[in-house]
């Protein structure tokens, strides 16, 4: 029974990178300060097959909508390399002042 | 060989009225207005009209003819359908649920390079040749004379919906409530009368996608972003020939935030 438990063990931890990237957050929908701004796991880390550490937890903790509870939570705070500004700076990424519709996928669309 | 010189000023000018429609058209496309045909219509004399607003004919720009003269512009490219604006007009001037006085429509391209989703906020144009009120069988929709705001008597209005099909816009719904058709009439009696100087979509909007102000006001912010050369501006159904004055452009830099 012991060495049971200890091969789950192995092939739990040997397989958590491979489930990471395929749990990860799915959709994540703000609503602070502007309602319905998507952030999509699929497309960040499926995609674009970036690393889980790119962003957490430098830029934003594990816990999903944890960061619009910050009141620096704003377009300004990413203009100036935080949060989805880190990458959203027109280097890395397209710069967050630039192509407004597509994180803000408004209303109608409930967001996703 | 030297290209022959003509002097305009030397030549007898024809005169314009027999330019036909597309020739004006294909013109404008390029940014001129032709002024004058010479030597037997094979040569047009043309003027950048870049700097003029295309929906109004020159008299027009030069001149507003109201006092204030509201009008508004919106930034295509900064909205984001937070629909802000929506909850903001409905708040002050008690606009129904199944009601309207703006909406935000949805454009998407998934094609396209870049941006891939643009929303497009509509409301009343408060054009200077109303439709609607030139269909209007009891008057009850006007033009204020004093402002240019397109208007509504509800005791008036015997709910015959014609001006609904008259409007290009699609911008009057039928208020259950009133009993008359309602619209948007720049919050002029719930906020600008009152002495507050935005409507309260302009004054909820969190990107600065509204700017709304007075046009026969050179020094507002409005008259400034309309005039301006380096920025295209446009008018919604320009082919309704109802002179807007609600305009529309896109941000030619990236956009700022306050």
Redesign the interface.
């Known amino acids: 029974m012991k060495n049971y438990c200890a091969i789950i063990a192995i092939t739990l931890s040997t397989a958590m990178p491979a489930l990471a990237a395929e749990n990860h957050g799915g959709d994540v929908v703000y609503t602070k300060?502007?309602?319905?701004v998507l952030f999509s796991h699929k497309l960040h880390v499926e995609e674009k097959k970036l690393s889980c550490d790119l962003c957490h937890a430098r830029n934003f903790v594990m816990q999903s909508l944890k960061a619009q509870e910050n009141d620096d939570f704003?377009?300004?705070s990413m203009?100036n390399g935080k949060y989805c500004g880190a990458c959203h700076n027109g280097i890395m990424a397209?710069?967050s002042?630039?192509?407004?519709?597509?994180c803000?996928?408004?209303?109608?669309?409930g967001g996703a | 060989m030297k290209p022959t010189k003509h002097d305009l000023s030397m030549k007898n000018n024809e005169g314009t009225e027999n330019v036909p429609m597309a020739e004006r058209r294909h013109f404008l496309k390029m940014g001129l207005a032709i002024t004058g045909i010479f030597a037997g219509g094979t040569i047009f004399s043309a003027l950048s009209v870049i700097d003029k607003v295309f929906a109004s004919t020159d008299e027009f720009t030069d001149k507003y003819p109201y006092k204030p003269h509201y009008g508004m512009m919106l930034f295509q490219?900064?909205?984001?359908?937070?629909?802000?604006c929506i909850a903001a007009c409905g708040e002050t001037n008690h606009v129904p649920q199944e009601g309207y006085r703006t909406r935000?429509l949805?454009r998407e391209m998934p094609d396209a390079v870049?941006?891939?989703?643009?929303?497009i906020p509509v409301l009343c144009n408060h054009c200077n040749v109303p439709q609607c009120t030139r269909v209007c069988p009891t008057k009850a929709t006007y033009k204020n004379p004093e402002n240019g705001i397109v208007m509504m008597n509800t005791s008036k209005c015997i709910g015959c919906l014609t001006c609904q099909l008259g409007c290009p816009y699609n911008a009057r719904y039928f208020n259950e409530e009133k009993h008359a058709v309602d619209k948007c009439n720049f919050c002029f009696d719930t906020r600008l009368s009152l002495g507050e100087k935005l409507t309260a979509c302009a004054a909820a909007c969190?990107?600065g996608c509204r700017v709304f102000g007075d046009l026969s006001d050179k020094t507002s912010d409005l008259y400034k972003a309309v005039h301006q050369l380096e920025r295209p501006i446009w008018v919604l159904r320009p082919e309704a020939g109802t002179r807007p004055n609600v305009f529309y452009s896109k941000d030619v830099t990236?956009?700022?935030?306050?």
């Open positions: 300060a502007v309602k319905t704003t377009m300004k203009m397209f710069a002042n630039t192509r407004c519709g597509d803000h996928t408004g209303v109608k669309r | 490219n900064r909205c984001i359908d937070c629909e802000r935000i949805m870049g941006l891939k989703r643009e929303f969190p990107t990236a956009v700022t935030f306050k």
